[in-house]
């Protein structure tokens, strides 16, 4: 197979980019499950904008900063802000409706934003731009969609790459491209609690590093402070913006915790809040109080404000006007991944990367709420510009693994061994961190898990989509885990605690 633009994921970066790109050449998005299995399917609060007249551009990106620790590439975050409003307006003009009021955006606040400048669709956004994202690249005709077919391997020589192998029906194919795009999203499901759908498994930058791409940041996990307690997988998430209209964290004794902790109350930076819901947890459980009490919202209110969460909650009993909601963190978002500039490139020849999968710089070491969908579409809006189509052969001798059946034994201790993963990961690169324990424990563990998968492939000659899968959770994994022991002092999310 051959196409112009090879595009590997289907959230809101590669779809975006799709649309683009649809324009200068034939496009083919292949996406390991359904389109719309995403993170951007579950993203609930919105997307943050310089959009209101009374709010200031700098105070934006100074929010960003600020919360990022100062580890920011400031340029990136200049860029991405100044373009923030033109990708709100794309959005509007593919068909996303904001929610509005008197013909004007509506805007909602989140954790470490001095102003309300969150553009929102109800509490599920990010369903709503998947929505309307995917009905326009099914529409149009320079666009071929592959579902279920899992990118296995970049294929590169010589620092250029020229499209990837992948696993579909059963069988593994080889697609060439011009340009290929990474936009695979992040690496939740390497942590045993997370917000993080399925899908999220760090394949990308897994297959980066193998082609020779850099990654930086990987030690900053963000830790979203409020999913719900309840043993579902992955966790629900209660978000941000319902503390951004009004509730407030209340600890077992019945005291908001964090009025006196932090100028912002319930809306600082969402590394100080969920480090201190984890440390009231050790004398109890933590709750949001959502109530017409707490917040002065009537239930007529929260049900239209917040219809996704209202509804899941009251499954539970859990009525947001009345009865406390049961929050603990959970494992939400990478700020580090694959190294791109402000166009995308990765430093090899003709392969782009976009969204949760890459290092812009613009999160530092803790991303400020809502700037990641942001980033998604502000950075996929600019590559277009600088896209040449490559002169360079393809080399076409490329040797590909067998494949393993489903019911193999290799793939059931691959599942065992992702269990293992998701449960180390948590342990020892969490929300509080031992970088001795990480040095004498972690890393070990992570580097056996590795051997032993490599003997299941049988040094790479045997393959499937849970074997990969596994072996790409090891990899970036260990990855994590040597950043956050080369990381002496607490900065951002990565927060260490002496022994
Ligand atoms: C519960 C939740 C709530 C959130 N709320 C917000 C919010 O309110 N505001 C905000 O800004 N951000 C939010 N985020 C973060 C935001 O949703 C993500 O960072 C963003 O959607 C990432 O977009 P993406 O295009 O990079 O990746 P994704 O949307 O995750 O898409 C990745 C795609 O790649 C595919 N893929 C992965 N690996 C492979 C492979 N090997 N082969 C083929 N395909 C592959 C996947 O199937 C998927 O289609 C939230 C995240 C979660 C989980």
Redesign the pocket.
């Known amino acids: 197979m051959r196409t112009n633009f090879l595009v590997?994921?289907?959230?809101?970066?590669?779809l975006n980019f799709a649309l683009h790109a649809a324009k200068k050449g034939r496009v083919l998005i292949?996406?390991?499950?359904k389109l719309i299995?995403?993170?951007?399917n579950?993203?609930?609060?919105?997307?943050a904008a310089v959009l209101d007249k009374t709010d200031d551009f700098k105070q934006h990106v100074k929010d960003t900063l600020e919360t990022g620790a100062y580890h920011n590439n400031k340029k990136a975050v200049v860029f991405m802000i100044k373009n923030s409003a033109a990708a709100v307006h794309r959005l509007m003009d593919l068909g996303v409706e904001f929610a509005k009021e008197n013909g004007q955006l509506k805007l909602t606040q989140e954790g470490g934003h001095h102003h309300r400048r969150i553009a929102y669709v109800g509490d599920y956004?990010?369903k709503e731009i998947e929505r309307i994202l995917v009905k326009r690249v099914k529409n149009n005709k320079n666009i071929t969609i592959i579902e279920d077919?899992?990118?296995l391997k970049l294929i590169t020589t010589n620092k250029t790459c020229f499209g990837a192998q992948i696993i579909h029906k059963n069988k593994i194919q080889i697609i060439l491209a011009d340009q290929t795009i990474v936009?695979?999203?992040?690496i939740?499901q390497l942590f045993e609690y997370t917000?993080?759908?399925p899908?999220?498994t760090g394949?990308?930058i897994a297959l980066g590093i193998e082609a020779g791409c850099k990654t930086k940041d990987l030690e900053f996990i963000q830790f979203h402070p409020t999913a719900l307690e309840k043993n579902i997988y992955p966790r629900f998430?209660i978000?941000e913006t319902v503390r951004g209209e009004g509730a407030k964290l209340i600890n077992s004794k019945g005291e908001y915790f964090m009025e006196k902790l932090h100028p912002l109350k319930d809306l600082a930076p969402r590394d100080i809040v969920a480090r201190e819901i984890y440390s009231q947890m050790k004398n109890g459980p933590v709750f949001l109080d959502s109530s017409t009490k707490c917040t002065g919202h009537t239930k007529k209110f929260l049900q239209n404000r917040f219809p996704q969460i209202y509804k899941h909650l009251l499954k539970d009993g859990i009525k947001m006007e009345k009865n406390l909601i049961p929050v603990t963190p959970a494992a939400?978002?990478i700020c580090g991944g694959i190294v791109t500039d402000l166009h995308g490139r990765t430093g090899i020849k003709n392969l782009f990367a976009f969204?949760?999968?890459t290092c812009t710089g613009v999160h530092g070491a803790n991303r400020l709420a809502?700037?990641?969908?942001?980033e998604?579409l502000v950075f996929s809006n600019q590559i277009i510009k600088k896209l040449k189509k490559s002169v360079t052969k393809a080399d076409t001798k490329i040797k590909s693994p067998k494949l393993l059946a489903k019911n193999s034994r290799q793939t059931k201790t691959a599942l065992i061994l992702k269990q293992e993963i998701k449960h180390l990961m948590w342990q020892y690169a969490g929300i509080i961190r031992k970088r001795s324990l990480i040095k004498q424990e972690a890393i070990p563990q992570m580097q056996k898990i590795i051997t032993k998968l490599f003997q299941l492939s049988q040094n790479k000659t045997l393959t499937n989509q849970t074997l990969t899968e596994t072996e790409n959770m090891a990899k970036v994994g260990l990855l994590i885990l040597q950043a956050a022991n080369k990381r002496k002092k607490s900065l951002g999310c990565h927060f260490v605690q002496a022994i």
């Open positions: 590997i994921g289907s959230g809101i970066s590669g292949v996406t390991k499950k299995d995403s993170s951007t579950y993203a609930q609060g919105g997307i956004t990010g077919a899992f990118a936009a695979t999203g992040g939740g917000t993080n759908p899908i999220s394949d990308g998430l978000s939400h978002y969204g949760e999968v809502s700037n990641s969908l942001l998604a």
